[in-house]
């Protein structure tokens, strides 16, 4: 889980923003690029999940300069029939094909009821919720999910072969903050895991149904985007170019008045703060809520940089001739 580091560094958003736009600008993206992606990293920083927030950039900047990803993607519209669409990323970063995927299908679901995107031949494209979140806002139910290159064989371990399974749902809430679930169905359960012969003993189907998600978000979120099994049929640009993602949207209007829905949405947040927690947690929160009080609090306060992403921060700094403002 990403929990906030017990030892940190408080950094405000706009330093933060300004380092990953001159990090990405020295791996050879354009900055108008390097500033939407440092939006995006920074944004996820404020919401406490770290795994895929500014720290990423180090890896991100790593890939460009070597080669791997186009820092420069020019996104295109593959395919429009009308509700459903295939977006090209052309070798660079997820980001910025699955945006543009998520602002096409946000105007055509309202006009068709649900709509759907899959992009394709791209690198990571960082938290699922970053997309849900945007249909989201605007009214609509989301599922999103990903799929990436596999290097599976006979004999290897059968917790390789969901992958990275990132998926995320969203609901809307009207002028509350949405209800999103955003998850990687196999964390805490990769090959090697201490926690898997434990949950295997007592809480089997636990295991089972990570299993089944992660499958789905390959077959959804990879296959569908045209990555294959073996690598050697791949068709990419660039070498880190292998990933493709799935995006749902469906208008809540065609159902129920959306206030009506979003009202219920409300109650049910609200209701659920007032129940028992879990055993060793404080209180009892639907999914998101603790992301949106986080991002509220730190963008005044500034981002817990904690010592390892600063270590990470700080490496990458040097490597690219840069100096951490923090």
Request: a negative charge; one cysteine or more.
């Amino acid at each position: 889980m990403n929990q906030p580091p017990e030892s940190y560094t408080r950094v405000a958003p706009s330093v933060m923003t300004d380092f990953v736009v001159a990090l990405a600008c020295r791996a050879g993206m354009p900055e108008d690029k390097g500033r939407f992606l440092a939006g995006l990293l920074v944004d996820n920083d404020l919401r406490g999940v770290f795994s895929h927030g500014s720290r990423q950039i180090a890896t991100y900047a790593r890939l460009m300069r070597d080669g791997k990803l186009n820092p420069d993607p020019h996104v295109r519209l593959v395919r429009d029939d009308d509700a459903t669409l295939l977006v090209d990323g052309d070798g660079g970063l997820g980001y910025f094909a699955s945006y543009r995927a998520a602002e096409e299908v946000v105007s055509r679901a309202k006009r068709y009821g649900i709509a759907s995107a899959v992009t394709r031949h791209h690198g990571h494209f960082g938290a699922a919720g970053i997309y849900s979140r945007i249909l989201a806002s605007a009214g609509l139910i989301a599922y999103v999910t990903s799929g990436h290159q596999l290097e599976l064989a006979p004999g290897r371990s059968i917790l390789e072969a969901p992958g990275g399974s990132p998926m995320s749902f969203a609901v809307p809430a009207g002028d509350a903050p949405a209800m999103v679930l955003d998850f990687g169905a196999m964390h805490d359960l990769y090959p090697g895991s201490p926690h898997v012969p434990g949950l295997m003993a007592n809480t089997p189907g636990l295991v089972f149904r990570s299993l089944g998600l992660g499958y789905m978000c390959q077959a959804l979120g990879g296959f569908l985007a045209g990555v294959p099994l073996e690598e050697e049929r791949a068709v990419k640009s660039h070498p880190g170019a292998n990933q493709g993602s799935l995006l749902v949207a469906i208008d809540v209007s065609r159902f129920l008045p959306p206030e009506q829905f979003e009202r219920e949405v409300r109650a049910y947040s609200e209701m659920v703060t007032q129940m028992e927690p879990l055993p060793g947690q404080s209180r009892s929160l639907v999914p998101g809520a603790l992301e949106a009080e986080r991002e509220k609090e730190w963008r005044n306060s500034g981002i817990p940089v904690g010592d390892e992403h600063k270590r990470t921060l700080a490496e990458a700094a040097r490597e690219f001739g840069l100096s951490l403002p923090f």
